[in-house]
């Protein structure tokens, strides 16, 4: 795995990709005298070359994904459901209408992983579509203790069928944490990469919440219940959440805090 491209980089390797592609096109439907077969071979092995650097500069990504959604880098299904995802955006990309590999290869690794997550607990892709929307919502405002009546009147559904997403929701989350990985304590447990957020969004985050940094981010991005994250902390859930209460009201009071909600608004 190489560190991310950077978007120069990036757009360097393009116009190789698309010689190398080229390349092995003609070489497959033409047949070219000696000379001209060793300058296509020679570029379509540049382009391969290049595919392959681009390939594991992502990589990065399907982890990113993976934890992101609250589980253990390692857990089989979902990885390799990522790296599909990863090898379907590169076989499908074209680098002639400008994109960043990067953007697009993130929609088709997070299209696998979560249909990989979906099959696992069981549900039908729309009953996923649905976690998937309420997951949005929670996030949408980090210092909101949403009801139930206001899940279903944001996503436009019934006060029943916002009680049935939101156990949904609490299974899915639950189902992380069956391997017994909980008992060896935080190290273990799966949290979004925080190196992949900007330095100022952990810096901010590490000042209004000092010690207790780390529960609120796994609070933030609900991969562990307040229940959880009181359990690995060896302390109350009373007071737990008075302390994510704080920290919430600190984010909420920050001055950066338009600037905070919006970046958690893109995740």
Not at 209 to 228: K, P, V
């Amino acid at each position: 795995m190489l560190k991310p491209l950077t978007i120069d980089e990036e757009r360097a390797l393009l116009p190789v990709i698309t010689r190398g592609r080229e390349a092995a096109r003609r070489l497959d439907v033409e047949s070219p005298d000696v000379g001209t077969t060793r300058m296509l071979r020679r570029e379509r092995e540049e382009g391969q070359r290049a595919e392959s650097t681009l390939l594991r500069a992502t990589c990065g990504l399907v982890r990113s994904r993976v934890v992101e959604r609250g589980y253990r880098f390692g857990n089989e299904e979902l990885e390799a459901a990522g790296v599909e995802g990863l090898v379907n955006a590169l076989h499908r990309f074209d680098p002639q209408k400008g994109n960043r590999f990067s953007t697009y290869a993130n929609y088709w690794i997070m299209k696998l992983v979560n249909q990989a997550i979906r099959q696992q607990a069981g549900l039908r892709e729309s009953e996923m579509e649905y976690v998937l929307q309420l997951q949005k919502l929670l996030r949408s405002d980090l210092a909101k203790r949403f009801s139930t009546k206001e899940i279903a009147g944001s996503m436009g559904v019934s006060v029943a069928k916002a009680r049935d997403i939101v156990q949904m929701n609490h299974d899915l989350v639950n189902r992380r944490f069956e391997t017994g990985d909980f008992d060896r304590g935080i190290e273990a447990r799966p949290s979004p990469d925080v190196n992949e957020a900007p330095k100022w969004v952990i810096e901010e985050l590490q000042r209004l919440c000092g010690d207790d940094f780390d529960s609120f981010w796994q609070y933030a991005f609900r991969t562990m219940s307040i229940e959880e994250i009181a359990k690995s902390k060896g302390i109350s859930r009373q007071a737990m959440s008075k302390r994510v209460e704080k920290c919430r009201k600190a984010v909420r009071n920050s001055s950066e805090a338009a600037r905070l909600q919006e970046w958690f608004d893109q995740q």
